[in-house]
T-cell receptor
Protein backbone atom coordinates (compact mmCIF):
# COMPACT_ATOMS: atom_id res chain seq x y z
CA UNK A 1 0.00 0.00 0.00
CA UNK A 2 1.36 3.43 -0.97
CA UNK A 3 2.48 5.58 1.94
CA UNK A 4 3.83 9.02 2.65
CA UNK A 5 7.38 8.58 3.90
CA UNK A 6 8.96 10.94 6.42
CA UNK A 7 12.34 11.03 8.08
CA UNK A 8 13.62 11.19 10.67
CA UNK A 9 10.89 9.89 13.00
CA UNK A 10 12.42 11.64 15.98
CA UNK A 11 14.83 14.58 16.27
CA UNK A 12 16.30 16.24 19.33
CA UNK A 13 18.17 19.46 18.73
CA UNK A 14 19.52 22.33 20.76
CA UNK A 15 17.98 25.75 20.38
CA UNK A 16 19.65 27.95 17.78
CA UNK A 17 20.69 24.89 15.76
CA UNK A 18 19.43 24.08 12.27
CA UNK A 19 17.16 21.09 11.64
CA UNK A 20 15.65 19.59 8.49
CA UNK A 21 12.85 17.16 7.78
CA UNK A 22 12.24 15.16 4.62
CA UNK A 23 9.03 13.94 3.03
CA UNK A 24 8.34 11.67 0.05
CA UNK A 25 4.63 11.79 -0.89
CA UNK A 26 2.57 9.04 -2.46
CA UNK A 27 3.65 8.57 -6.07
CA UNK A 28 1.66 10.76 -8.43
CA UNK A 29 0.31 13.08 -5.76
CA UNK A 30 0.78 16.63 -6.99
CA UNK A 31 -0.25 18.38 -3.78
CA UNK A 32 1.99 18.21 -0.72
CA UNK A 33 1.35 19.75 2.69
CA UNK A 34 3.47 20.35 5.76
CA UNK A 35 1.47 20.58 8.99
CA UNK A 36 2.63 21.25 12.54
CA UNK A 37 0.83 19.61 15.46
CA UNK A 38 1.43 20.74 19.02
CA UNK A 39 0.59 18.13 21.65
CA UNK A 40 -3.13 18.12 22.40
CA UNK A 41 -4.05 20.23 19.38
CA UNK A 42 -5.08 19.59 15.80
CA UNK A 43 -2.61 19.91 12.90
CA UNK A 44 -2.09 23.41 11.50
CA UNK A 45 -0.95 24.04 7.94
CA UNK A 46 2.52 25.50 7.47
CA UNK A 47 2.93 25.28 3.70
CA UNK A 48 1.16 23.77 0.69
CA UNK A 49 2.77 22.87 -2.63
CA UNK A 50 1.15 22.18 -5.96
CA UNK A 51 3.88 20.36 -7.89
CA UNK A 52 6.97 22.50 -7.22
CA UNK A 53 5.08 25.75 -6.58
CA UNK A 54 4.06 27.13 -3.19
CA UNK A 55 0.28 27.61 -3.05
CA UNK A 56 -0.07 28.72 0.56
CA UNK A 57 2.64 29.62 3.05
CA UNK A 58 0.71 32.25 4.96
CA UNK A 59 1.25 30.47 8.31
CA UNK A 60 4.93 29.67 7.77
CA UNK A 61 7.25 31.71 10.03
CA UNK A 62 9.47 32.77 7.17
CA UNK A 63 12.15 34.32 9.33
CA UNK A 64 13.22 30.86 10.46
CA UNK A 65 11.32 28.27 8.40
CA UNK A 66 11.84 27.38 4.76
CA UNK A 67 10.39 24.68 2.54
CA UNK A 68 11.19 23.45 -0.91
CA UNK A 69 9.98 20.87 -3.40
CA UNK A 70 12.46 21.35 -6.20
CA UNK A 71 11.38 18.63 -8.65
CA UNK A 72 7.78 18.49 -7.59
CA UNK A 73 8.23 15.17 -5.82
CA UNK A 74 9.90 15.01 -2.39
CA UNK A 75 10.14 17.98 -0.07
CA UNK A 76 12.33 19.37 2.70
CA UNK A 77 11.26 21.58 5.59
CA UNK A 78 14.03 23.45 7.41
CA UNK A 79 14.14 25.41 10.65
CA UNK A 80 17.06 27.72 11.36
CA UNK A 81 17.53 28.63 14.13
CA UNK A 82 15.32 26.30 16.14
CA UNK A 83 13.52 27.72 19.17
CA UNK A 84 12.05 25.94 22.20
CA UNK A 85 8.53 26.70 20.96
CA UNK A 86 9.19 24.73 17.77
CA UNK A 87 8.91 21.45 19.68
CA UNK A 88 6.02 19.65 17.99
CA UNK A 89 5.10 16.89 15.54
CA UNK A 90 5.76 17.86 11.94
CA UNK A 91 3.43 16.05 9.56
CA UNK A 92 3.63 15.72 5.81
CA UNK A 93 0.55 14.87 3.76
CA UNK A 94 -0.25 14.48 0.09
CA UNK A 95 -3.27 14.28 -2.16
CA UNK A 96 -4.00 13.86 -5.82
CA UNK A 97 -6.11 16.25 -7.84
CA UNK A 98 -9.11 13.94 -8.03
CA UNK A 99 -9.92 13.53 -4.35
CA UNK A 100 -9.60 15.94 -1.50
CA UNK A 101 -8.71 13.58 1.34
CA UNK A 102 -5.10 13.97 2.40
CA UNK A 103 -2.92 11.03 3.40
CA UNK A 104 -0.44 11.64 6.18
CA UNK A 105 2.97 10.29 6.97
CA UNK A 106 4.01 9.11 10.43
CA UNK A 107 5.48 12.49 11.26
CA UNK A 108 8.71 13.77 12.75
CA UNK A 109 8.65 14.44 16.48
CA UNK A 110 10.93 17.43 17.12
CA UNK A 111 12.18 18.27 20.58
CA UNK A 112 14.19 21.47 21.02
CA UNK A 113 16.25 21.63 24.22
CA UNK B 1 -13.18 33.07 10.31
CA UNK B 2 -13.53 29.37 9.53
CA UNK B 3 -13.64 27.31 12.70
CA UNK B 4 -13.99 23.66 13.71
CA UNK B 5 -14.95 22.66 17.27
CA UNK B 6 -14.94 19.12 18.58
CA UNK B 7 -16.59 17.79 21.71
CA UNK B 8 -16.07 16.27 24.13
CA UNK B 9 -12.32 16.78 24.53
CA UNK B 10 -12.02 13.35 26.10
CA UNK B 11 -14.35 10.38 26.39
CA UNK B 12 -14.01 7.23 28.46
CA UNK B 13 -16.20 4.28 27.52
CA UNK B 14 -16.63 0.78 28.72
CA UNK B 15 -16.20 -1.85 26.04
CA UNK B 16 -19.55 -2.25 24.27
CA UNK B 17 -20.85 1.16 25.43
CA UNK B 18 -21.92 3.03 22.29
CA UNK B 19 -21.52 6.81 22.03
CA UNK B 20 -21.09 9.74 19.65
CA UNK B 21 -18.41 12.35 19.01
CA UNK B 22 -19.40 15.78 17.75
CA UNK B 23 -17.76 18.12 15.24
CA UNK B 24 -19.39 21.50 14.70
CA UNK B 25 -18.13 23.88 12.05
CA UNK B 26 -18.52 27.50 11.07
CA UNK B 27 -17.25 27.99 7.56
CA UNK B 28 -17.93 30.23 4.60
CA UNK B 29 -18.61 27.20 2.45
CA UNK B 30 -18.08 23.45 2.82
CA UNK B 31 -16.33 21.40 0.15
CA UNK B 32 -15.90 18.37 2.37
CA UNK B 33 -15.71 17.21 5.98
CA UNK B 34 -13.12 14.64 6.97
CA UNK B 35 -12.68 12.29 9.90
CA UNK B 36 -9.26 10.97 10.87
CA UNK B 37 -8.05 8.63 13.56
CA UNK B 38 -4.71 9.36 15.23
CA UNK B 39 -2.83 6.94 17.48
CA UNK B 40 -0.25 8.36 19.92
CA UNK B 41 2.97 9.36 18.20
CA UNK B 42 1.65 8.61 14.71
CA UNK B 43 0.20 10.55 11.81
CA UNK B 44 -3.56 10.86 11.25
CA UNK B 45 -5.19 7.95 9.42
CA UNK B 46 -7.99 8.80 7.01
CA UNK B 47 -11.44 7.41 7.87
CA UNK B 48 -14.25 9.21 5.99
CA UNK B 49 -15.12 12.10 3.73
CA UNK B 50 -18.62 13.60 3.76
CA UNK B 51 -19.70 16.14 1.18
CA UNK B 52 -23.35 17.06 1.72
CA UNK B 53 -25.94 17.27 4.48
CA UNK B 54 -27.69 13.96 5.02
CA UNK B 55 -24.75 11.89 3.85
CA UNK B 56 -23.68 8.91 5.97
CA UNK B 57 -20.69 6.56 5.77
CA UNK B 58 -19.83 3.46 7.74
CA UNK B 59 -16.72 1.45 8.46
CA UNK B 60 -16.82 -1.43 10.92
CA UNK B 61 -18.04 0.04 14.24
CA UNK B 62 -17.86 3.65 13.03
CA UNK B 63 -20.58 5.65 11.32
CA UNK B 64 -20.19 9.29 10.29
CA UNK B 65 -23.11 11.61 9.56
CA UNK B 66 -23.30 15.20 8.34
CA UNK B 67 -25.77 18.06 8.80
CA UNK B 68 -25.47 21.66 7.67
CA UNK B 69 -23.62 22.71 10.81
CA UNK B 70 -22.15 19.58 12.37
CA UNK B 71 -21.00 16.03 11.96
CA UNK B 72 -21.24 13.08 14.30
CA UNK B 73 -19.00 10.06 14.56
CA UNK B 74 -21.04 7.26 16.10
CA UNK B 75 -19.16 4.39 17.68
CA UNK B 76 -21.20 1.23 18.15
CA UNK B 77 -20.10 -1.37 20.70
CA UNK B 78 -16.52 -0.05 20.86
CA UNK B 79 -13.52 -2.22 21.61
CA UNK B 80 -10.27 -1.26 23.37
CA UNK B 81 -8.52 -1.09 19.97
CA UNK B 82 -10.80 1.83 19.05
CA UNK B 83 -8.95 3.93 21.62
CA UNK B 84 -7.36 6.87 19.78
CA UNK B 85 -7.81 10.57 19.11
CA UNK B 86 -10.44 11.28 16.47
CA UNK B 87 -9.87 14.42 14.43
CA UNK B 88 -12.40 16.29 12.33
CA UNK B 89 -11.34 18.63 9.51
CA UNK B 90 -13.07 20.75 6.88
CA UNK B 91 -12.09 21.83 3.39
CA UNK B 92 -13.64 25.02 2.08
CA UNK B 93 -13.71 26.47 -1.44
CA UNK B 94 -11.81 29.55 -0.28
CA UNK B 95 -8.80 27.88 1.33
CA UNK B 96 -6.88 26.32 -1.57
CA UNK B 97 -7.86 22.78 -0.46
CA UNK B 98 -6.10 22.99 2.87
CA UNK B 99 -7.73 21.21 5.81
CA UNK B 100 -8.80 23.11 8.93
CA UNK B 101 -8.68 20.75 11.89
CA UNK B 102 -10.44 20.66 15.22
CA UNK B 103 -8.50 19.81 18.38
CA UNK B 104 -9.79 16.25 18.46
CA UNK B 105 -11.61 13.94 20.86
CA UNK B 106 -9.43 11.57 22.85
CA UNK B 107 -11.31 8.29 23.20
CA UNK B 108 -10.41 5.61 25.71
CA UNK B 109 -12.25 2.29 25.70
CA UNK B 110 -11.77 0.06 28.72
CA UNK B 111 -12.31 -3.73 28.77
Amino acid sequence: EAEVAQSPRYKITEKSQAVAFWCDPISGHATLYWYRQILGQGPELLVQFQDESVVDDSQLPKDRFSAERLKGVDSTLKIQPAELGDSAMYLCASTDNLNTEAFFGQGTRLTVV
Amino acid sequence: EDQVTQSPEALRLQEGESSSLNCSYTVSGLRGLFWYRQDPGKGPEFLFTLYSAGEEKEKERLKATLTKKESFLHITAPKPEDSATYLCAVDTPYNTDKLIFGTGTRLQVFP
